[in-house]
Each structure stands twice: as C-alpha cells, then as structure tokens.
C-alpha cells in the first residue's frame, strides 16, 4: 500500500474485497497516462467507462484506464459529509480498491506521476480522499462533482505532501449533493499539501459533468503525455 490508513471501524470487514475491475484502452505500461477512474452512487464500472472515449475524442491521446466496480453501485452508504466513522467500514475498502488498482499500475511499471485517480461524485469524493491520504507527486486528481470526505474537512488526516500533484475541482453552485463550501474546502486543504488545484464552479449546473470539465481533462492528459516524451 501507499502509506494510506486503510483501517475500518470493525475489523475484518471488507465488503469490496472482490470489487470486478474493468479495463479500456491499452495495458498498463503501454500508454504514457493511465487513470484510475471511480464511479458515483447508483452507477457502474461500464457506465464511469463511457468518459474515455470522450476524453479521446478530445484529444486526450492512448491512455490506459482501470474502473473498479463498486458492491451495491455505492464505495459506501451515507452522505460523504457524515463523520467518517459512520461510512465505514466500507470506505476503507473502497479506499483499498483503489490502492490495488494503483498497485497494479505500479506493478506494470507505470510511475505514480503518470496515474491520474478521477471520479465523478460519490467516486469524485473517493478519488479526492485517496489522494489527499496517500500524498506523493500524482499525475493527477481529478474531482468531477466532489469533495474531501467527512464531517469537516480535518487536516489531520491529511499529513503527507502531494508536491507536483495538479488537482482540478469542478462542480456546480448549486449541487443538491456537493456544498459548493465543501469544494472550496477541500481546494484549501490540497493547497495546504503542496498541489496545484484548479476549481471551476460551474452556475446552475446540474449535477453532471460537462464539456469544460471534460475538454480540460484530456488537456492534462496529453499534456502529461507529451511531458513523459520530451523527458
């Protein structure tokens, strides 16, 4: 693992264990960019998976992408913003989700500089929470509609520098399910850690991802490609 506290509320319990991974686009360590890229709520691998051929289209260029699947179609049962505790112990298997989808990229040589962790949502949340918990200079962070998980957002959980990481926010002013405070929030705090972040709050916007999002998405993927060239 990534130094990431990976601990539930009731051990032994790990209800995503054999959480199905689905895969699009080359093998790992065949691409230059690969992104692990998490679902929300009520949603599916296959369904996450429909954003890589937009991001291709786009311009985005070959990139390798792991979407795990979550148990139920949710990483875990209340409202991020509920005390952390209460979500487990399923958000600490879904966090382990993700470390083994990392891991695998790792293990396939692609370094972590070249591993975005994106989602939408609920994934969104996730995808923030790892990153922020497991520090390091990431390819990325990519929010669509999210925001650090908890009650409030507790520095102390968040010990460890994520220098050279860029994080992009996006979401809405009004986001039945995402506090436009909450976004800001977490921009400060992974500002705090070292990273770059970018926020966009988008007026009126449904809760959605939408063209911006996804156009700035494949810029930093080619862009983090085309760096891995030159180099």
Partial sequence: MNGIDLRPSRPGADPHAHAPVLRWGPAPGEAPVAIVLLHGRGDSAAGILGLAPELEARGAGPVTVLAPDAVGSQWYPLRFLEPVERNEPWLGSALAVVDRAVGELESAGVPRERIIVAGFSQGACLALEYVARAGGAWGGAIALSGGLIGAEVDPA????????????????????????????????????????????????????????ELSWFADHVHGLAGRDRVS
Avoid at 159 to 168: M, S
Avoid at 171 to 179: M, N, Q, R
Avoid at 182 to 190: D, K
Avoid at 200 to 211: C, D, K, L, Q
């Fill in 157 to 212: 959980r968040y010990p460890e520098r994520l220098d050279g990481t860029t994080v992009f926010l996006g979401c809405s002013d009004v986001d039945a399910h995402i506090p436009e405070g909450r976004v800001h929030a977490s921009g400060r705090q992974l500002l705090a850690q070292g990273a770059s972040v970018t926020s966009r709050i988008y007026p009126g916007m449904p809760h959605t991802v939408n063209a911006d």
